[in-house]
Protein backbone atom coordinates (compact mmCIF):
# COMPACT_ATOMS: atom_id res chain seq x y z
CA UNK A 1 0.00 0.00 0.00
CA UNK A 2 1.37 3.39 -1.18
CA UNK A 3 2.54 5.36 2.23
CA UNK A 4 3.12 9.58 2.28
CA UNK A 5 7.29 10.23 3.46
CA UNK A 6 9.30 13.46 3.86
CA UNK A 7 10.79 14.33 0.22
CA UNK A 8 13.91 15.26 2.59
CA UNK A 9 14.31 12.55 4.96
CA UNK A 10 12.19 10.11 4.20
CA UNK A 11 10.11 10.15 7.31
CA UNK A 12 6.76 8.11 7.18
CA UNK A 13 4.08 11.03 7.38
CA UNK A 14 1.39 8.57 7.89
CA UNK A 15 -1.35 9.79 10.28
CA UNK A 16 0.54 13.55 10.10
CA UNK A 17 -1.66 16.82 10.04
CA UNK A 18 0.52 19.28 10.59
CA UNK A 19 2.20 20.91 7.14
CA UNK A 20 5.87 20.13 8.46
CA UNK A 21 7.77 16.98 9.27
CA UNK A 22 8.41 16.01 12.37
CA UNK A 23 11.71 14.21 11.97
CA UNK A 24 13.76 17.01 10.02
CA UNK A 25 11.43 20.18 10.39
CA UNK A 26 10.97 21.11 6.67
CA UNK A 27 7.87 22.52 5.23
CA UNK A 28 6.27 20.01 2.72
CA UNK A 29 5.88 22.75 0.69
CA UNK A 30 9.71 22.87 0.50
CA UNK A 31 10.38 19.29 0.80
CA UNK A 32 7.61 17.70 -0.66
CA UNK A 33 6.06 14.82 -0.18
CA UNK A 34 6.63 11.46 -1.98
CA UNK A 35 4.69 8.86 -2.10
CA UNK A 36 6.59 5.09 -1.72
CA UNK A 37 5.08 1.60 -3.00
CA UNK A 38 3.26 2.36 -6.33
CA UNK A 39 5.87 3.45 -8.24
CA UNK A 40 8.08 0.96 -7.50
CA UNK A 41 5.49 -1.59 -8.43
CA UNK A 42 4.89 -0.17 -11.62
CA UNK A 43 8.15 0.40 -12.14
CA UNK A 44 8.73 -3.30 -12.04
CA UNK A 45 5.69 -3.86 -13.66
CA UNK A 46 7.57 -2.04 -16.72
CA UNK A 47 10.96 -3.43 -16.36
CA UNK A 48 9.49 -7.16 -16.78
CA UNK A 49 7.23 -5.85 -19.85
CA UNK A 50 9.93 -4.18 -21.71
CA UNK A 51 12.18 -7.21 -20.89
CA UNK A 52 9.50 -9.38 -22.21
CA UNK A 53 9.14 -7.22 -25.27
CA UNK A 54 13.08 -7.86 -25.51
CA UNK A 55 13.40 -11.44 -25.81
CA UNK A 56 10.38 -11.31 -28.29
CA UNK A 57 12.41 -9.03 -30.41
CA UNK A 58 15.48 -11.01 -30.13
CA UNK A 59 13.66 -14.38 -30.81
CA UNK A 60 12.12 -12.93 -34.08
CA UNK A 61 15.19 -11.57 -35.30
CA UNK A 62 16.71 -14.44 -34.70
CA UNK A 63 14.00 -16.89 -36.26
CA UNK A 64 14.30 -14.57 -39.80
CA UNK A 65 18.18 -14.81 -39.84
CA UNK A 66 17.87 -17.82 -39.38
CA UNK A 67 15.13 -18.33 -42.13
CA UNK A 68 17.46 -15.84 -44.22
CA UNK A 69 20.01 -18.24 -44.07
CA UNK A 70 18.16 -21.35 -44.81
CA UNK A 71 17.11 -19.25 -48.06
CA UNK A 72 20.48 -18.74 -49.19
CA UNK A 73 21.90 -21.98 -48.28
CA UNK A 74 19.44 -23.58 -50.44
CA UNK A 75 19.59 -21.47 -53.52
CA UNK A 76 23.23 -22.36 -53.43
CA UNK A 77 22.33 -26.40 -53.49
CA UNK A 78 19.82 -25.37 -56.43
CA UNK A 79 23.04 -23.69 -58.62
CA UNK A 80 24.80 -26.59 -57.52
CA UNK A 81 22.42 -29.33 -59.06
CA UNK A 82 21.84 -27.31 -61.96
CA UNK A 83 25.66 -27.06 -62.96
CA UNK A 84 25.83 -31.20 -61.90
CA UNK A 85 23.07 -31.73 -64.58
CA UNK A 86 24.74 -29.98 -66.90
CA UNK A 87 27.91 -31.11 -66.71
CA UNK A 88 26.83 -34.79 -66.62
CA UNK A 89 24.41 -33.62 -69.91
CA UNK A 90 27.94 -33.00 -71.47
CA UNK A 91 29.27 -36.04 -70.26
CA UNK A 92 26.42 -37.95 -71.65
CA UNK A 93 27.01 -35.99 -74.86
CA UNK A 94 30.70 -37.03 -75.31
CA UNK A 95 30.07 -41.13 -73.99
CA UNK A 96 27.59 -41.08 -76.83
CA UNK A 97 30.11 -40.07 -79.29
CA UNK A 98 32.41 -42.43 -77.92
CA UNK A 99 30.05 -45.45 -77.95
CA UNK A 100 29.04 -44.75 -81.29
CA UNK A 101 31.24 -46.93 -84.35
CA UNK A 102 32.35 -43.22 -85.51
CA UNK A 103 33.21 -42.10 -82.20
CA UNK A 104 36.66 -42.36 -82.67
CA UNK A 105 36.59 -40.95 -86.11
CA UNK A 106 34.92 -37.74 -84.93
CA UNK A 107 37.05 -37.25 -81.59
CA UNK A 108 39.60 -37.22 -84.61
CA UNK A 109 37.74 -34.70 -86.60
CA UNK A 110 37.77 -32.44 -83.45
CA UNK A 111 41.43 -32.67 -82.67
CA UNK A 112 42.30 -31.77 -86.20
CA UNK A 113 39.41 -28.89 -86.22
CA UNK A 114 41.53 -27.55 -83.03
CA UNK A 115 44.79 -27.70 -84.51
CA UNK A 116 44.02 -26.61 -88.00
CA UNK A 117 41.70 -23.87 -88.11
CA UNK A 118 42.60 -22.92 -91.43
CA UNK A 119 40.82 -26.43 -92.82
CA UNK A 120 37.47 -26.03 -90.75
CA UNK A 121 35.47 -25.80 -93.78
CA UNK A 122 37.06 -29.60 -95.08
CA UNK A 123 36.78 -31.12 -91.64
CA UNK A 124 32.80 -29.80 -91.19
CA UNK A 125 31.83 -31.78 -94.45
CA UNK A 126 33.97 -34.64 -93.55
CA UNK A 127 32.03 -34.39 -89.99
CA UNK A 128 28.41 -34.01 -91.69
CA UNK A 129 29.50 -37.17 -93.78
CA UNK A 130 30.09 -39.52 -90.94
CA UNK A 131 26.90 -37.81 -89.38
CA UNK A 132 24.99 -38.60 -92.16
CA UNK A 133 26.41 -42.49 -91.98
CA UNK A 134 24.88 -42.91 -88.55
CA UNK A 135 21.62 -44.54 -87.71
CA UNK A 136 18.30 -42.19 -87.55
CA UNK A 137 18.51 -43.22 -83.82
CA UNK A 138 22.26 -41.75 -83.02
CA UNK A 139 21.68 -38.79 -85.12
CA UNK A 140 18.60 -37.99 -83.02
CA UNK A 141 20.43 -38.50 -79.41
CA UNK A 142 23.21 -36.54 -81.03
CA UNK A 143 21.26 -33.44 -81.80
CA UNK A 144 19.26 -33.86 -78.39
CA UNK A 145 22.64 -33.78 -76.50
CA UNK A 146 23.98 -30.68 -78.75
CA UNK A 147 20.76 -28.93 -77.57
CA UNK A 148 21.41 -29.87 -73.94
CA UNK A 149 25.09 -28.58 -74.33
CA UNK A 150 24.42 -25.16 -75.97
CA UNK A 151 22.13 -24.59 -72.93
CA UNK A 152 24.77 -25.18 -70.77
CA UNK A 153 27.13 -23.06 -72.25
CA UNK A 154 24.50 -20.39 -72.58
CA UNK A 155 24.13 -20.96 -68.70
CA UNK A 156 27.67 -20.60 -68.33
CA UNK A 157 27.99 -17.34 -70.25
CA UNK A 158 25.04 -15.98 -68.41
CA UNK A 159 26.30 -16.91 -65.24
CA UNK A 160 29.52 -15.03 -65.90
CA UNK A 161 28.09 -11.93 -67.20
CA UNK A 162 25.86 -12.02 -63.62
CA UNK A 163 29.32 -12.12 -61.97
Request: hydrophobic share 40%; proline share 3%.
Amino acid sequence: MPTPHCGHCQYNLTGIEDNRCPECGWLFIEAGVKIVGEGSRGRRKQLWLAAMFGLFLLAGTSVSYALMVRSRMQAAVAQQQAAVARQRAALAMERTILDSSQGANLIELVRTVLSRPKELTELTEALQQIFDSLPDAEKEKLLQLRKEYEAHLRHQRDEKENR
